[in-house]
C-alpha cells in the first residue's frame, strides 16, 4: 500500500510538469484534446485518473472517457488544502465529480515571471478505493501467511525444545519410580549438557550414587548386625537350657556359666555400641567447637583406664608426652572415646609381651596423636575399609573379641570434629595418627 501511495505522487508530479511544459512554452489549453488523450492514455498505465480543473476548480480535462466531469466543479475547500501546499488531500469525492470517496492526492499548476506566481489551474490524481482494498488485502494475505509460518515455526521448535528438555526428567521420573521399587543401580544418561537439566543429571546420579551406597551399607549392617547378636544369643540360649535339663554335668557348670556371662557382655558391648553411634549421628556437630580441653591430659586418662587390659597382655608402653599444656577445641569426652578406642585395638593386636607406643607433637595450627602396635599387620586390601561400621581383619571373628565397632565410632567421633584419622600397616607395625586443631 506503501508503494501504491508513493505512485499516485510520482504520477501527480511527473503529470503535473508535463501539463506546466505544456501549457507555459507550446500554448496547449486545459481542454486541449492531445492533452486529455495524454492523460487518458498515462491513466490506463498507471491505474489512477487524471483529473485537470482551470484556476477556479472547474473541470477542463480528465482522463476517464466513461465519465462526464466537464463543466463540474471542484469545491473551494479542496483547492484551499491544495494551495496550502499539501499533495495528499486523502479520502474525497471531489465535491460532485464521484458518486464515493476516493484516494485523492493534488497539486496546482502554476507559472510566474520575477517572482510573480499564477496558478492557471490544478492537476488531481485519484485512486478507486477498491484498489486500496485489494492491495490490503494482499498485504493482508502476505502478513496473515507469514505470521502463520512464524506461528508454526515456533510451534515446531517448541516441541523439539520441550521434547528435548523432557526426555532425561521423564528418564528422571521413570529411574525414581524404580528407586521406589528398590533398584537403586539405575542412572540416567549424561549427554554432556552443561545448562540447568546437565546440572540436575549429574546432580539426580550423584543421589543415585548415595542412595546405591546408603542401601548396601543398610543391607551390610543388617547383616553384621544380625551376626554378632545371634552369636552370643546362640551361645547364652544354648549353655542356659543345656544348665536347665541336666545335660551339663554339674562339676563343669561353672565353667559354662562363665561362657554365658562373657558372651553376654559382647552382647552388651554390641548394644553400646549401637547407642554410641546413635547418639554420635544425632549430635550437633557445631556444639563440639563449644570447649577446649588439654589433650596431653585427656591421652594420659585414656592409658590409665587400660592399665589392666595392658598388664593382662604383659604389654610394654612407651609414650613420648610434652610437659606442656597444649590447648586444643572439641569434646574431650568424645576425643577421650578416640584415643581409648585406639589403645584397646592396638592391644587386642599386639603380640604378646609387645610395646604400644604413643606420641603426641605439635606442628603449625595442629596436634597430632598416634598410636602404634606390634603384631599381625592389616593387609592392604583391608585398609580402606578399616573404618566401616562392623569391619574386622579377621573375617572368621573369633580371633579377638569386640563387635568391630571402634574404629568407627572413632572416626566418626573425628568427622564431627573436622579433623583427619590415618592408617599405615607395614613390617608388622600398625600406626593409627589423628589431628586435632590448637585452640
Not at 500554448?27 to 482551470?54: K, P, Q
Not at 558372651?263 to 570447649?291: G, H, K, N, P, Y
Not at 579377621?394 to 573425628?414: C, P, Q, V, Y
Amino acid at each position: 500500500m506503501a508503494d501504491k501511495t508513493a505512485m499516485m505522487t510520482s504520477t501527480l508530479y511527473e503529470t503535473a510538469r508535463y501539463i506546466t511544459t505544456q501549457h507555459i512554452h507550446y500554448a496547449v489549453e486545459l481542454g486541449d484534446l492531445d492533452l486529455s488523450m495524454w492523460l487518458t492514455m498515462t491513466s490506463g498505465v498507471t491505474g489512477f485518473d487524471l483529473i485537470i480543473t482551470d484556476a477556479n476548480g472547474i473541470v477542463e480535462s480528465y482522463s476517464d472517457r466513461s465519465l462526464f466531469m466537464l463543466g463540474k466543479t471542484v469545491p473551494n475547500d479542496v483547492l484551499s488544502i491544495v494551495n496550502t501546499g499539501e499533495n495528499t488531500i486523502g479520502m474525497s469525492s471531489l465535491g460532485e465529480l464521484y458518486n464515493e470517496r476516493r484516494q485523492v492526492s493534488g497539486a496546482a499548476l502554476v507559472m510566474g515571471n520575477n517572482g510573480d506566481v499564477q496558478t492557471f489551474g490544478y492537476l488531481f490524481v485519484a485512486s478507486d478505493i477498491a484498489m486500496f482494498r485489494q492491495e490490503w488485502r494482499s498485504f493482508y494475505s502476505i502478513l496473515i501467511i507469514i505470521a502463520l509460518s512464524i506461528m508454526l515455526a515456533a510451534f515446531i521448535l517448541t516441541y523439539v525444545a520441550t521434547k528435548k528438555h523432557a526426555e532425561p526428567l521423564n528418564e528422571m521420573a521413570n529411574a525414581a519410580r524404580r528407586f521406589a521399587r528398590g533398584e537403586f543401580s539405575v542412572r540416567v544418561g549424561e549427554r554432556g549438557r552443561k545448562d540447568e537439566i546437565g546440572q540436575l543429571t549429574v546432580a539426580f546420579n550423584a543421589m543415585a550414587d548415595s542412595l546405591e551406597s546408603s542401601e548396601q551399607l543398610r543391607r551390610d549392617f543388617i547383616t553384621n548386625l544380625s551376626h554378632e547378636l545371634n552369636t552370643p544369643m546362640t551361645v547364652i540360649a544354648g549353655f542356659a537350657e543345656g544348665l536347665l535339663d541336666g545335660t551339663i554335668p554339674r562339676e563343669d557348670e561353672a565353667r559354662y556359666l562363665g561362657i554365658v556371662s562373657t558372651e553376654a557382655r559382647r552382647l552388651a558391648r554390641v548394644v553400646r555400641s549401637m547407642m554410641e553411634i546413635s547418639t554420635l549421628q544425632s549430635s550437633d556437630a557445631s556444639t563440639v567447637f563449644e570447649s577446649n580441653f588439654d589433650v596431653s591430659e585427656v591421652v594420659r586418662i585414656a592409658l590409665l583406664s587400660l592399665d589392666r587390659k595392658i598388664e593382662e597382655k604383659q604389654l610394654g608402653v612407651e609414650a613420648e608426652l610434652p610437659d606442656e599444656t597444649i590447648i586444643t577445641r572439641g569434646d574431650s569426652d568424645s576425643i577421650i572415646q578416640v584415643v581409648y578406642n585406639l589403645i584397646d585395638n592396638a592391644i587386642k593386636f599386639s603380640e604378646p609381651e609387645g610395646v604400644i607406643s604413643l606420641e603426641l607433637w605439635k606442628q603449625e595450627s595442629k596436634v597430632y596423636v598416634s598410636v602404634t602396635n606390634m603384631g599381625e599387620e592389616i593387609p592392604e586390601d583391608e585398609l580402606p575399609h578399616i573404618f566401616t561400621r562392623f569391619h574386622k581383619a579377621d573375617k572368621s571373628r573369633s580371633s579377638h573379641e569386640g563387635a568391630g565397632m571402634g574404629l568407627f565410632i572413632a572416626k566418626k567421633i573425628l568427622d564431627t570434629h573436622n579433623e583427619d584419622i590415618y592408617v599405615t600397616s607395614t613390617g608388622g607395625v600398625t600406626k593409627f595418627i589423628f589431628s586435632l586443631t590448637i585452640a
